[in-house]
């Protein structure tokens, strides 16, 4: 299996087009030797692109990648972490105060024992803190040489555009990259944030692209998930612990759409020989405003599978416009009547417009 690789938005970095998620690493059942298995495989497979965040099992996930970056070719891989989350007790130990994000910085450099980060990223707003002041002090981190890139996640389509715009007016350095939840069952960021990274040329980096598991194809209508079934199955047990990005399975169990859809995933899986969850996540590879999909694995096997999305087939155009179709959200006032309105307005020399493409 190879990977492909792409630019990650409008920048010189290329990233392999499936991005390891280190969420899972440090939680039960994967201690730092398992985790250490799945990079090296990782790394095999073709992959140069790891994801973290500090507050991944409060600092372990770094600390265990740190363990393993250290016996590696640092210049070969793209390492990106996050801040923003609460890292301690005192009043300045969360948020995008500069305060919180230089030592968060110094911390995270520690615990993954490298020089740099390629990728440091705002992991959601703060409303309490004005961009002006979390942009400059990643400006500071970058003219220091300690960060190479920056980027958001969990971004609401304004928040985008205000970022993205005082960056450009600003002198602040550029966003190359939305993190946002995005999959079959998440489309909503298509209505916004997707326009303003269009328009902007940032590049998106889904997470959940298999919506907790809901989209691997695994569970049987009628049939409760068993707790051992995965984060789908635990939350069968006790529904209090649902999720936007790890539904309660009674939310799709009589959902006739949700079964449509993934009748018309398990036939594009079985005519190219796939899995539905490799579906699942080629649908996304095949989005023009996606460089690479964040995926997370609790096993080699798991990773190995996941990364069979990552090249050498297609979904076709039929395929994809059927999932389009039948994956389809509700579509609110305004962008419906400004969609009809703009139907045959199109302007080949402006951007064009990712929902009236893709929806």
């Given at each position: 299996?190879?990977?492909?690789?792409?630019?990650?938005?409008?920048?010189?970095?290329?990233?392999?087009?499936?991005?390891?998620?280190?969420?899972?690493?440090?939680?039960?059942?994967?201690?730092?030797?398992?985790?250490?298995?799945?990079?090296?495989?990782?790394?095999?497979?073709?992959?140069?692109?790891?994801?973290?965040?500090?507050?991944?099992?409060?600092?372990?996930?770094e600390t265990i990648i740190g363990q393993?970056?250290?016996?590696?070719?640092?210049?070969?891989?793209?390492?990106?972490?996050?801040?923003?989350?609460?890292?301690?007790?005192?009043?300045?130990?969360?948020?995008?105060?500069?305060?919180?994000?230089?030592?968060?910085?110094?911390?995270?450099?520690?615990?993954?024992?490298?020089?740099?980060?390629?990728?440091?990223?705002?992991?959601?707003?703060?409303?309490?803190?004005?961009?002006?002041?979390?942009?400059?002090?990643?400006?500071?981190?970058?003219?220091?040489?300690?960060?190479?890139?920056?980027?958001?996640?969990?971004?609401?389509?304004?928040?985008?555009?205000?970022?993205?715009?005082?960056?450009?007016?600003e002198k602040f350095p550029p966003i190359?990259?939305?993190?946002?939840?995005?999959?079959?069952?998440?489309?909503?960021?298509?209505?916004?944030?997707?326009?303003?990274?269009?328009?902007?040329?940032?590049?998106?980096?889904?997470?959940?692209?298999?919506?907790?598991?809901?989209?691997?194809?695994?569970?049987?209508?009628?049939?409760?998930?068993?707790?051992?079934?995965?984060?789908?199955?635990?939350?069968?047990?006790?529904?209090?612990?649902?999720?936007?990005?790890?539904?309660?399975?009674?939310?799709?169990?009589?959902?006739?759409?949700?079964?449509?859809?993934?009748?018309?995933?398990?036939?594009?899986?079985?005519?190219?020989?796939?899995?539905?969850?490799?579906?699942?996540?080629?649908?996304?590879?095949?989005?023009?405003?996606?460089?690479?999909?964040?995926?997370?694995?609790?096993?080699?096997?798991?990773?190995?599978?996941?990364?069979?999305?990552?090249?050498?087939?297609?979904?076709?155009?039929?395929?994809?416009?059927?999932?389009?179709?039948?994956?389809?959200?509700?579509?609110?006032?305004?962008?419906?009547?400004?969609?009809?309105?703009?139907?045959?307005?199109?302007?080949?020399?402006?951007?064009?417009?990712?929902?009236?493409?893709?929806?």
């Amino acid at each position: 299996m190879v990977m492909e690789y792409n630019y990650l938005g409008r920048s010189g970095l290329r990233v392999s087009n499936i991005c390891l998620g280190t969420m899972t690493f440090g939680r039960e059942g994967v201690d730092a030797a398992l985790s250490h298995q799945i990079l090296d495989r990782f790394v095999a497979l073709g992959g140069n692109f790891i994801d973290t965040a500090n507050v991944y099992s409060r600092g372990i996930s770094e600390t265990i990648i740190g363990q393993w970056l250290v016996k590696q070719k640092r210049e070969g891989l793209v390492i990106a972490t996050k801040v923003r989350g609460t890292m301690g007790e005192g009043v300045n130990d969360v948020g995008l105060g500069r305060k919180h994000i230089l030592q968060s910085c110094e911390e995270s450099l520690k615990r993954l024992q490298t020089d740099y980060i390629d990728l440091y990223q705002i992991h959601c707003y703060d409303d309490a803190v004005p961009p002006e002041e979390w942009l400059g002090a990643l400006r500071d981190l970058v003219t220091a040489g300690k960060v190479r890139y920056i980027g958001v996640s969990n971004l609401c389509g304004w928040q985008l555009q205000k970022v993205v715009d005082l960056c450009k007016y600003e002198k602040f350095p550029p966003i190359i990259s939305l993190q946002q939840q995005y999959s079959l069952l998440c489309r909503h960021p298509e209505f916004e944030e997707f326009q303003v990274c269009k328009n902007e040329g940032v590049g998106v980096l889904p997470w959940s692209p298999l919506k907790g598991g809901i989209l691997t194809g695994k569970y049987k209508r009628g049939v409760q998930p068993g707790k051992s079934e995965g984060r789908i199955g635990v939350i069968a047990q006790d529904e209090s612990k649902a999720l936007q990005s790890a539904p309660a399975w009674s939310k799709y169990d009589s959902n006739e759409n949700y079964w449509k859809l993934m009748a018309a995933m398990e036939k594009c899986a079985t005519k190219a020989g796939k899995t539905v969850a490799q579906v699942a996540l080629r649908w996304l590879l095949q989005k023009d405003v996606v460089p690479s999909v964040i995926i997370g694995a609790t096993s080699v096997k798991q990773l190995e599978d996941n990364v069979g999305a990552a090249s050498n087939w297609q979904l076709s155009k039929e395929q994809m416009d059927e999932l389009d179709t039948l994956s389809e959200p509700d579509i609110p006032y305004p962008y419906e009547m400004i969609w009809r309105f703009n139907k045959e307005r199109v302007n080949s020399f402006l951007p064009k417009s990712f929902v009236q493409n893709q929806l």
